[in-house]
């Protein structure tokens, strides 16, 4: 091993001797000659260099400008990423303001942290002037964006399934109002139920308002005189609301949204009750 390292120094030295020790010139003409030589090629050789030099600062701009596209794209790739988990992140920290769900309020602060990563990657790539570190920021950037969407869409979801509940909640928060007002309905007699629609035949006129205003509204609005609007009435266990007249007193008329339900529903009588307000 020791040997054929030397070897190797040995052979190296003596090629230096060979390109770098001037040759011993014979006679003063042939050693002048060999001046001018020098010269030329010296002087050749500087020129050479700086053809080099300049070739390799053109072959470096163009590089540059070759590759500085693909910088841009790739800093801009990390910026749009950015940019889109900062949405992201508002968007979540949006639904965790209007809601009070603790995983709500957990997604949010995970969408503003990635947007954070994201920010950073972006700005990382900002400064970065090789095409490695620049990729990799785009990878950070774009997987962070992955993230704080997906937290984003958790947050969303929550704050669905919390505005459900809260549905639900009122949903039988006003059952539980309108089974208590029932319970204390007062009772009014046995009145005569007949049915209407909003056609000619019905009204005279189709498609009109109701008396107190408002457009009637099938399984809600009824028609009855001597009493006031927005009266609620328990009629055979559904409650209705005197809108309109058209009827006197002790005839309560039902609204239906066709005249052939209004056909069908005929003529009967049926105890009602006056259901306090509720
Ligand atoms: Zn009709």
Not at 31 to 48: G, I, P
Not at 132 to 139: F, L, R
Not at 219 to 231: K, L, N, P, Q, R
Request: glycine share 6%.
């Amino acid at each position: 091993m020791f040997v054929r390292k030397m070897a190797g120094m040995l052979l190296a030295s003596s090629m230096f001797v060979a390109v770098s020790v001037s040759p011993v010139y014979a006679d003063a003409t042939e050693k002048t000659a060999v001046n001018d030589l020098e010269k030329y090629v010296a002087e050749y050789d500087l020129d050479s260099e700086n053809h080099k030099e300049k070739d390799s600062t053109d072959s470096l701009t163009e590089k540059i400008s070759d590759e500085a596209p693909d910088l841009d794209e790739g800093r801009e790739a990390a910026n749009e990423a950015a940019e889109a988990a900062e949405e992201a992140a508002d968007e979540a920290q949006g639904y965790a303001d209007k809601t009070e769900g603790e995983e709500i309020e957990e997604a949010a602060e995970a969408a503003v942290e990635d947007a954070e990563n994201a920010r950073a990657a972006a700005d990382l790539a900002e400064g970065a002037n090789d095409g490695k570190t620049i990729d990799m920021a785009v990878e950070i950037a774009e997987a962070a964006k992955e993230e704080a969407e997906e937290n984003a869409k958790k947050a969303e979801e929550g704050a669905e399934k919390e505005a459900e509940e809260a549905r639900k909640a009122a949903e039988a928060e006003a059952a539980a109002r309108e089974a208590e007002a029932i319970a204390s309905a007062e009772y009014l007699g046995n009145f005569t139920l007949t049915a209407y629609c909003n056609c000619a035949s019905c009204c005279g006129t189709a498609g009109n308002a109701t008396a107190s205003g408002v457009m009637p509204t099938s399984g809600h609005t009824v028609a009855m005189g001597g009493i006031d609007f927005g009266s609620k009435l328990l009629i055979n266990g559904k409650v209705y609301t005197v809108e309109d007249r058209g009827t006197p007193y002790g005839h309560v008329d039902i609204f239906f949204d066709s005249h052939a339900e209004a056909l069908q529903f005929g003529m009967s009588s049926a105890d009602v009750y006056l259901v306090p307000e509720y």
